[in-house]
């Protein structure tokens, strides 16, 4: 009986906190948006009902458990986006930390040094098209397959090299339009047709190119640079949100830190 007790203790804990954890990630996906007011509404809500059931006011707490049960299919609607997002987080974090962790087991094989994509030519190529206001799009994979997309460019095989990237979004290129697409160090298509955005919360300042950037690290878990044409400055898109960074040092390791 006393080691029950303990171990419904320690159950009751890991609850808390994985409930803690679940609202947390929610929160962090909603916060900054229109979606955080009808979070927080649904959380009060939910306080009320349980504090309802605990208090016996049994007709208010069906009213409220009738409102929560069928609201849950108005929540999926109303947060679809963020669904997906949150899915493809944990999605994404857990195969990072799989992959890491059967890495030190050496179960798989380190991966080709030529196969570790080139983030500083990258980079490099984007400083040196900001300075000229020359409009780029590079998108970054990571573990979804970005076939859906590919095909609406023009597939190639070429290895990351700073002056092959900057030839292709030269503005009398015939490859300059559209997005960029890079696998494992080497660019794969050009041209490609991404989706756009619905997210009515990004500033007017930003146009189709970063809302095709949002668009596709929404639906995916890729990562997505773009650089300005209108004002030469170069942002960096994960998870459908706009990174914060300093310097090109620091946007090179938040990349390298987010393919890993």
């Not at 080691?3 to 409930?19: E, K, M």
């Not at 991404?194 to 997210?199: A, C, E, G, M, W």
Request: aromatic share 8%; hydrophobic share 50%.
């Amino acid at each position: 009986m006393q080691l029950d007790l303990i171990n419904l203790r320690i159950l009751d804990v890991l609850d808390i906190v994985l409930v803690a954890l679940l609202l947390y990630y929610v929160y962090k996906l909603v916060k900054g948006t229109a979606a955080i007011n009808i979070f927080i509404g649904i959380v009060m809500i939910y306080l009320v009902w349980k504090l309802t059931q605990f208090l016996a006011m049994e007709m208010l707490s069906s009213v409220l458990g009738e409102f929560i049960g069928v609201g849950m299919f108005a929540l999926i609607v109303v947060f679809q986006q963020e669904i997906r997002k949150f899915l493809l987080m944990i999605g994404s974090t857990n195969f990072g930390r799989r992959r890491k962790f059967l890495r030190q087991l050496k179960f798989i094989r380190d991966t080709p040094e030529d196969s570790i994509t080139d983030i500083a030519a990258i980079i490099k190529a984007c400083e040196k098209m900001a300075s000229t206001f020359t409009g780029a799009l590079i998108i970054i994979k990571r573990n979804t397959s970005l076939d859906f997309v590919k095909t609406s460019g023009d597939e190639l095989e070429i290895l990351v090299k700073t002056p092959i990237i900057e030839s292709i979004f030269y503005k009398n290129s015939p490859l300059h339009d559209g997005a960029m697409i890079v696998e494992d160090n080497r660019i794969v298509a050009t041209r490609v047709i991404l989706p756009v955005t619905n997210d009515r919360d990004i500033p007017l300042r930003f146009g189709l190119r970063h809302r095709a950037a949002v668009g596709i690290t929404e639906k995916t878990d890729a990562l997505a640079l773009v650089v300005s044409e209108e004002t030469g400055q170069i942002s960096y898109v994960k998870n459908g949100e706009f990174v914060i960074f300093k310097t090109s040092e620091e946007l090179i390791e938040k990349i390298k830190k987010d393919l890993v």
